[in-house]
Antibody
Framework: QLQLQESGPGLVKPSETLSLICNVS??????????WGWVRQPPGKGLEWIGT???????YYSPSLQSRVTMSMDTSKNQFSLKMNSVTAADTALYYC??????????WGQGALVTVSS | QSALTQPASVSGSPGQSITISCTGT?????????VSWYHQHPGKAPKFLIY???NRPSGVSNRFSGSKSGNTASLTISGLQTEDEGDYYC??????????FGGGTKLTVL
């Protein structure tokens, strides 16, 4: 069964870079008809799509985050990652890695809480 | 691109049916049949309910159904159960090749 698990620091200082990794089990991230992404949820708020990365490492990002976000893949480790620079308190959120068929999201990781604070 | 518009809350009694709307524009909901729905219990990751407007993934109860008319998509839950409580989110693929979510709807089963 396909499973995703996020990992990374839970606390990041303002203006620094948030880095998260998603480990994928039971399916190769190189599969051509299935893609990978990130969705975040600030405490008590709704879901926000961050971006999607395709098997060929083509990426699509939310316009509001595009200037600060980079997604990449490591096929040797079967994992993909998210980097977001110049973070502020507004980036404090639960970050989910997701599998995606480009227009839907399943499965979801359990989520990684990232707090931006000095 | 703005978030899709959902009612903040809806409620119903066990056994009843409710409908949650998700309104977008001709650049997202109205452009493609690429609307999906998710259910989130407090403290849990969202669960995938509906894809491409009206399709249920394997394992999702047939009490959940989706539809679309113009720029508005809808999720209907029939035979409400207490376990259906929680937050519901719609999402749509857009003509800019991005995905946007609705603001979420809190369902209370009275």
């Amino acid at each position: 069964q396909l499973q995703l698990q996020e990992s990374g620091p839970g606390l990041v200082k303002p203006s620094e870079t948030l880095s998260l990794i998603c480990n994928v089990s039971a399916r190769s991230i190189s599969w051509k008809t299935f893609y990978w992404g990130w969705v975040r949820q600030p405490p008590g708020k709704g879901l926000e799509w961050i971006g999607t990365i395709y098997y060929n490492e083509k990426t699509y990002y939310s316009p509001s985050l595009q200037s600060r976000v980079t997604m990449s893949m490591d096929t040797s480790k079967n994992q993909f990652s998210l980097k977001m620079n110049s973070v502020t308190a507004a980036d404090t959120a639960l970050y989910y890695c997701v599998g995606t068929g480009s227009n839907w999201f399943d499965p979801w990781g359990q989520g990684a809480l990232v707090t931006v604070s000095s | 691109q703005s978030a899709l518009t959902q009612p903040a809350s809806v409620s119903g009694s066990p056994g009843q049916s409710i409908t949650i709307s998700c309104t977008g524009t001709s650049s997202d909901v109205g452009a493609y049949n690429y609307v999906s729905w998710y259910h989130q219990h407090p403290g849990k990751a969202p669960k995938f309910l509906i894809y491409e407007v009206s399709n249920r993934p394997s394992g999702v109860s047939n009490r959940f159904s989706g539809s679309k008319s113009g720029n508005t998509a809808s999720l209907t839950i029939s035979g409400l159960q207490t376990e259906d409580e929680g937050d519901y989110y719609c999402s749509s693929y857009t003509t800019n090749r991005i995905v946007i979510f609705g603001g979420g709807t809190k369902l209370t089963v009275l």
